[in-house]
Each structure stands twice: as C-alpha cells, then as structure tokens.
C-alpha cells in the first residue's frame, strides 16, 4: 500500500497546523487571509469520489469543523469552502474566511494576486489559536 506523500507544491505554499483524523491541515501562506487547507492523507486520492464512503463522511465533518473554527476565530461574515486541483492533482480542500473588503472581495482568492506571506510571530500565533480552538 501507498504512502501518503503531501504535493510538494502545498509544502511550500503553506504551514503544517495539525494532523486530524483523516486531513492533514494546514495553514495558506498569506497573510492576507485565514486560510486553511485539508488534505486527506490518503495515497493517491484526486478526487472525491477516490475516498470510501466512510472517508468522505469523515472530510465533510473536517470540513465543517475548520469552517465552525475560522468562522469563530476570525468573525468573518462568510467562509469558502472548495477542492479545485486544477494546479495541484492531490485533493485538497480550501477553507478560507472572506469579509467584504479582503483584497479578493467578492470573487476567488484563487489567482487575484501574489500570496503575502505571514511573518513567523503572526502564523505561529494563528497556528496556535487553530490548535487550541474547541
């Protein structure tokens, strides 16, 4: 059986927050946004239909879990949730808290504009609160 290997380009576009039960989570290199990434660690999973039926409950439920958290942690009035891959194959799930007047307001973060990343105290501190957070 396969190894779960995390897509190098998510290793460097991002911060390790936590392994859940299924995902791995971690933290979107820009400071811009809160925004969080699942990744289940199951090899060679593409799309969702490539995780058992129990598997998929168990994202669903991250996936809830991260939304409820970054919805608490940041008050931001709507939270986007999407697993595109069309950069990178291995599935991943965007969870990123949106306010009117973030620099993507109202359309994608995906592609608007270059990543500013979080200097170290500002991640490290926001990696914290997710780790902590009930």
Not at 7 to 23: I, K, Y
Not at 56 to 83: C, F, Y
Not at 105 to 129: C, K, L, M, N, Q
């Amino acid at each position: 059986m396969a190894e779960f290997t995390l897509h190098p380009r998510l290793a460097t576009d991002s911060a390790f927050v936590a392994d859940w039960p299924l995902s791995r989570v971690l933290l979107m290199n820009d400071a811009r946004y809160r925004w969080l990434i699942l990744v289940p660690r199951r090899a060679r999973a593409v799309e969702l239909f490539d995780l058992d039926a129990a598997d998929r409950a168990v994202l669903m439920e991250e996936i809830a879990r991260a939304s409820r958290m970054l919805k608490n942690l940041t008050g931001a009035p709507k939270i986007n949730a999407g697993a595109l891959g069309n950069l990178v194959p291995q599935l991943h799930v965007h969870v990123v808290a949106r306010s009117p007047g973030d620099p993507a307001w109202p359309g994608p973060v995906w592609g608007h504009s270059p990543a500013v990343p979080f200097d170290p105290a500002t991640r490290d501190a926001f990696i914290h609160e997710v780790v902590n957070a009930r």
